[in-house]
C-alpha cells in the first residue's frame, strides 16, 4: 500500500541525489529539485510567519483586546514596512525598520561589554608559571598567539624599520609576533577548514542514512534519472 | 610521462575524489568496521553535570537548525533529551528558526521511545516558532507567558501545567541550544546568561565549534558537544544506539581519504614546483 509517507521518502530520495548529481555537472533533475527547494521552502516560510503571527498577536487581539492591544503597534510598524514598494511613500518603511534595529541594538549593547569583551579578556588572562606542563605550554602559546594576532592587526602605530646592517630590539619584537600572529591565524583557519569539512561529511552521511539507504530502489532510480539528466547536459553543451 | 603527472592526472579530477568519498563513506555504513569510540573529557564533563542536576529539574532547549543540519545535531538533541528524562527532568522546547515545528515533529518521530512515557503539558512543552531573533530570545527571559499565549498546539501557556512551575530565565536549572548558527549562542550568553546566570550547554555544528569555543573557555557555557562524534559518545553514556554510533566508522573512513588526498596533493604541488624550478635553470 503507498502511502503518502512513502510517497514523500521518494521524492526526498529523488532530490537529495538530484541535487547532490551537481557535483559532477548541471543538469535538468538538479534544475528541477533547486526550484522545488527554493518554492518550497519560501511557500513553508511565509506561511509559518503567518502562522506565528496569528498566534502571537491576532489571536489575542481578538479575544482578549483589552489585554494585548498593545500588539496593534508592532503590527502597524511591521505593516509600515510594506511601504519600500510605494515610490511616494517609501519613507514610512524606514519607521519600521529603524524601530526594529533601535531595539536589537539596545537589547544587545547592554550586555555586550560584559558577554563579548570583558570575559574574553579575563578568560585570555591565563598563568604563564605554574606546574603542569601541558598546561604551561597552552597558555603560552594562547598568549602569544593572542598578542601576535592582535600585532598583526596593528594598522596605526610600527616601530620604525632600523636601516640596513643595523638591528632594533622592538622592530625584531615585533615581527617575531606578527609572524607568530599569522601562522596563529592559519593554524586557526585550518581547524576551521577541517571542522568544515567534518560536517559537511556528516551532512552527508546523515543524509544517506536517514533519506536513501531506508528507500534504496527511490535512490536507484534518482541516480539513473540524474546520470541521464548529465547526458543530457553534456549532449546540450556539445551541440 | 613522470609518475608526479599521472598522479596529477588521476587525483587532479574532482570525479575521482568524490567517487573515492562515496565508496568510503557507504562501504562501512553497509559493512560497519567497529572502530573504538573512546569518550572525551569533555563529553564525559556535560554528562556529569546533567547527572548532577536534582531530580525534576527544569530545562529550557532551544531548537534551533534546519532540515539539512539533522544529522550532526539531532542525535546529540535526542541523547540529551534520553538522559534528562530518565533523570525526571522537565523540558520547555521552543525555536526561534521557523522550521522550528518541522524540526521538532521529526525529532520526535526519530525518538519515539524516548518520549513514550512522558506527558505533554506535564513533562514537556514546545512553543513553536517564536520570531524575533534576539529581542525573542531577551523576551523569553524575562518571561514565556509575556512572549507567548499559546504553543506550537494552539493550547493557551497559562493551561499548561508544566509552564505554571516556569516562566524566566532564573526558573531553568540548564538551557540547552542545539544550533546550527553562530549567532543563536551569542543571544543567549547576552541575554540569558549574562544578566539571568542561567547555566547553557551548547550544541553545535562541527563548522561553528571553533567561533563559540571562546564561550566555553570563558566559562559563559558549562559545555559544548560538538557534531556527530560528541553524539556518538553522548549516545553510549547514556546507553542508546543512534545515528551518532552508526555514522562514526564511516566519519572515520572518510576523513582517512581526506587526509591522503591533502596530503598526495601536497607532494604533487610542491614536486611540480621543484620542477618548474629546475626546468627554469634555477635549482638552487
Known amino acids: ?24 555537472r548541471d543538469n ?71 524601530i526594529n534595529v ?14 563579548n569583551i570583558i570575559r574574553q579578556i579575563q578568560a585570555a588572562l591565563t598563568p604563564l608559571w605554574g606546574s603542569d606542563p601541558i598546561k604551561l605550554v597552552n597558555n603560552w602559546l594562547m598568549f602569544l598567539i593572542t598578542v601576535g594576532g592582535l600585532t598583526y592587526f596593528l594598522f596605526t602605530i610600527f616601530p620604525p624599520k632600523p636601516a640596513p646592517g643595523r638591528t632594533s630590539a622592538i622592530y625584531t619584537l615585533y615581527r617575531a609576533l606578527y609572524l607568530i600572529g599569522i601562522y596563529g591565524m ?51 553543451r556539445s551541440k | 610521462m613522470s609518475v608526479i603527472n599521472v598522479i596529477d592526472r588521476i587525483f587532479g579530477s574532482r570525479y575521482v575524489l568524490y567517487l573515492v568519498l562515496i565508496i568510503a563513506l557507504i562501504y562501512p555504513l553497509i559493512f560497519p568496521i567497529g572502530i573504538p569510540i573512546q569518550i572525551s573529557s569533555r563529553t564525559l564533563a556535560v554528562y556529569n553535570y546533567i547527572q548532577h542536576l536534582k531530580p525534576g ?19 546529540n538533541a535526542i541523547a540529551l533529551i534520553k538522559q534528562l528524562f530518565d533523570k525526571g527532568c522537565k523540558i520547555v522546547f521552543v525555536s526561534t528558526m521557523s522550521t522550528g515545528p518541522l524540526i521538532f515533529s521529526l525529532l520526535k518521530s526519530s525518538a519515539p521511545d524516548v518520549f513514550a512515557n512522558k506527558t505533554y503539558g506535564v513533562d514537556y ?43 524566566k530565565a532564573t526558573d531553568f536549572d540548564l538551557a540547552i541550544i542545539v544550533s546550527s548558527g553562530t549567532d543563536t549562542f551569542n543571544y543567549y550568553v547576552r541575554q540569558w546568561y549574562t544578566p539571568y546566570g542561567t547555566p ?37 553514556l547514556v546507553g542508546r544506539k543512534g545515528l551518532g554510533i552508526a555514522s562514526m566508522d564511516s566519519q572515520s573512513l572518510s576523513h ?13 604541488y610542491w614536486s611540480k614546483r621543484l620542477e618548474a624550478k629546475k626546468a627554469k635553470g634555477g635549482g638552487r
Open chain 1, 1 to 24: 500500500m503507498v502511502s503518502w509517507e512513502i510517497i514523500g521518502a521518494w521524492i526526498a530520495a529523488f532530490i537529495v541525489i538530484w541535487i547532490y548529481s551537481f557535483a559532477f
Open chain 1, 28 to 98: 535538468v533533475f538538479y534544475k528541477l529539485a533547486e526550484h522545488i527547494f527554493v518554492g518550497t521552502a519560501a511557500g513553508y516560510s511565509i506561511a509559518l510567519a503567518i502562522d506565528s503571527l496569528n498566534r502571537v498577536a491576532i489571536k489575542s487581539l481578538i479575544t482578549q483586546p483589552t489585554v494585548s492591544w498593545h500588539y496593534i503597534i508592532p503590527i502597524i510598524l511591521g505593516m509600515l514596512m510594506f511601504f519600500k514598494y510605494s515610490r511616494k511613500y517609501y519613507w514610512l518603511a524606514r519607521y519600521g525598520v529603524a
Open chain 1, 102 to 115: 533601535a531595539v536589537g541594538a539596545a537589547l544587545a549593547v547592554r550586555t555586550i561589554p560584559m558577554a
Open chain 1, 186 to 236: 592559519m593554524v586557526g583557519f585550518g581547524a576551521l577548514f577541517a571542522n568544515t569539512i567534518v560536517t559537511r561529511v556528516g551532512f552527508v552521511i546523515s543524509i544517506y542514512l536517514i533519506y536513501l539507504q531506508p528507500y534504496i530502489i527511490a535512490t536507484i532510480i534518482g541516480v539513473i534519472l540524474a546520470a541521464i539528466g548529465i547526458l543530457i547536459e553534456v549532449r546540450r
Open chain 2, 57 to 75: 529539574c527544569h530545562v529550557y532547549m532551544e531548537l534551533y537548525y534546519e532540515v539539512a543540519a539533522r544529522g550532526e545535531l539531532e542525535p
Open chain 2, 125 to 167: 512543552v514546545f512553543l513553536g516558532y517564536v520570531s524575533g531573533g534576539e529581542a525573542a530570545v531577551a523576551s523569553l527571559a524575562k518571561s514565556i507567558k509575556g512572549t507567548v499565549t499559546v504553543d506550537n498546539y494552539g493550547n493557551p501557556v497559562d493551561k499548561l501545567s508544566l509552564l505554571k512551575e516556569v516562566d
Open chain 2, 200 to 236: 547553557l550547554l551548547f550544541v553545535a555544528l562541527s563548522v561553528i565549534a571553533p567561533s563559540i569555543e571562546p564561550f566555553v573557555s570563558a566559562k559563559q557555557a558549562i559545555g559544548m558537544l560538538v557534531g556527530q562524534r560528541s553524539a556518538a559518545e553522548y549516545e553510549l
Open chain 2, 256 to 268: 582517512f581519504v581526506i587526509l591522503i588526498f591533502i596530503i598526495v596533493g601536497n607532494i604533487v
